[in-house]
C-alpha cells in the first residue's frame, strides 16, 4: 500500500508521485519517484528497458500496487481512491487492447458500454471516435485486418470515448511505420488541444518525445534521472545535441530503435517481456 501524504499533490497537477517505489523482492523497480504533471500537458517517461516506465504507468493506472509512497492522478490518491482513478482515466497499454475478431464499430460499443455510457450519448460518443480516428469507412470491418496504424488508432479512441481528465499510453507508435505514427501524433494533439486533456507517455523514440512533449522525465534503474523540457534537456548536454544524446547521457545506455495486425501483436509482445 501506499503510505499518505497529509500535504496532497500540488494543485494544478493532474499526475504526482512523492517517493514512489515498487519492489519484486530484492529488485527495485522504481525507487523514490517525484513526478509532477501539470494539467493540460503531454508529459514523457524515457528510459531503457527495464528502467521502470511501464511499472509507474501501472501504479499510477492502479493496476499495481505501490510499495511505498504516495501518487495521485486527477486529485485523487491511487491506493486511497483507485475508483474514482478509473473513472477518470484512459489507458492504452503496449499489448493489443483492441479486439482483432470484431469490427471497430463493436470494439467501441463495448468499451463505451464498460465505461458506463447509454443510449444517444453513446451512440453519439461512438460515432465521434470513429470519425476521430478516421475509420468511418473501415468501422464494419475485422479490426484484424487493420494496418498496425489503424489499430493505434481504434485503441486510443477506445480509451477516450468517456473524455478522461488523463490518458496513459504506453509506447503509443511501437512497430509503426512513419506514416502512421505522424498519424497517432496529430490524434494527441488534438486529444489535447480540444479536450485539455493530459497525457502520459513512454518511448523510446526520441523523435516522438521532441514532438509531442511539453516535458520529459528520463528513468534509470528505477530511479529519476533527470526532468525538464526537451530544449532544456538538449541544452545542458551541449549546444548541438539531440535527445538521443540527452537519452545516452543520463542513462548510459543507447537507444534501440525498433504491418498488419500480426505483426503488432508480437512486436508489442517482445517489448512487453523485455520490461
Known sequence: MLTADLAGPPKDAAIATIALSKRYGHFQAVDSLDLNVARGRIFGLLGPNGAGKSTTIKILTTLLDASSGSAWVAGFDVAEAPVEVRRRIGYVPQLLSADGALTALENLKLSARLQGLRGAVRAARVSEALAFSGLEAAAGKLVRTYSGGMIRRLEIAQATLHYPEVLFLDEP??????????????????????????????????????????????????????????????AQVGAHATLDDVFAHFSGAALDHGGNYHDVRESRGTIHRLG
Not at 509503426?176 to 497517432?184: K, M
Not at 502520459?200 to 509531442?212: G, N, P, Q, S
Open 173 to 234: 507508435t511501437l512497430g509503426l511505420d512513419p506514416v502512421a505514427r505522424r498519424t497517432v501524433w496529430e490524434r494527441l494533439l488534438q486529444l489535447r488541444q480540444t479536450k485539455g486533456m493530459t497525457i502520459l507517455i513512454t518511448t523510446h523514440d526520441m523523435e516522438e518525445a521532441d514532438v509531442l512533449c511539453d516535458e520529459l522525465a528520463l528513468l534509470h534503474q528505477g530511479r529519476l534521472a533527470v526532468t525538464g523540457k526537451p530544449d532544456e534537456l538538449k
